[in-house]
């Protein structure tokens, strides 16, 4: 059972289960353990939490702009996979990041937002292997699992059960993502 999410955009969340990314970026979110700004990947296995904050259309490419939805948050969140973080680079250029566009779901702007946002910070590349839940969680979103934060630390009522599960992706596809990524982060 695992008793930790991580949150993401509810498109990047989508594109994770259905197999079409495998990449996602950090740098830290507002509330961290080790301080604003500070992403520390604690926990290598872990649900992906479906956020909508932030969230914004002109911010996903064209051919998924129109699946982003601008929300509140729910009321009740549904938890449909996990996601295991196979690797993590920090990204040596904005060159690097660019040859990698047909990866990524995030446009120019976006990008150079994370660039941009806490420069003295380094931005991280996960490679994140996601699986679909057989049997997908519902839980109600309690304000400790609320707001702009990374980390979610479910209760032990709201695990999620990291059992017969599906991949989103098969081997030889994620390989060669990961060695793709491996060979642009070197320069």
Same mark, same amino acid.
């Given at each position: 059972m695992l008793n930790v999410a991580l949150k993401e955009w509810c498109i990047v969340c989508?594109?994770?289960?259905e197999g079409k990314l495998a990449i996602v970026l950090r740098k830290g979110g507002i509330s961290e353990p080790g301080g604003a700004g500070v992403f520390e990947l604690e926990h290598p296995r872990f649900a992906l939490w479906p956020s909508w904050a932030h969230q914004l259309p002109d911010r996903i490419k064209s051919e998924h702009?129109?699946?982003?939805?601008?929300l509140d948050e729910p009321f009740e969140q549904t938890v449909t996979g996990i996601a295991d973080a196979v690797?993590?680079?920090? /990204? =040596?250029?904005? %060159?690097?990041?660019?040859s990698l566009d047909d990866l990524h779901c995030w446009t120019k702007p976006q990008i150079d937002m994370r660039f941009d946002y806490k420069p003295e910070k380094?931005?991280?590349?996960?490679?994140?292997?996601?699986?679909?839940?057989?049997?997908?969680?519902?839980?109600?979103? /309690? =304000?400790?699992? %609320?707001?702009?934060?990374?980390?979610?630390p479910l209760a032990e009522q709201d695990a999620v059960d990291d059992n017969n599960l599906i991949p989103s992706m098969d081997d030889e596809q994620f390989e060669s993502i990961v060695n793709r990524v491996s060979l642009a982060m070197q320069g």
């Open positions: 989508d594109l994770l289960l702009r129109d699946r982003v939805q601008v690797k993590i680079w920090e /990204v =040596p250029s904005r %060159a690097a990041f660019d380094p931005l991280y590349l996960m490679a994140l292997r996601a699986w679909r839940l057989s049997e997908p969680k519902t839980v109600l979103n /309690v =304000p400790d699992y %609320a707001g702009c934060r990374s980390w979610v």
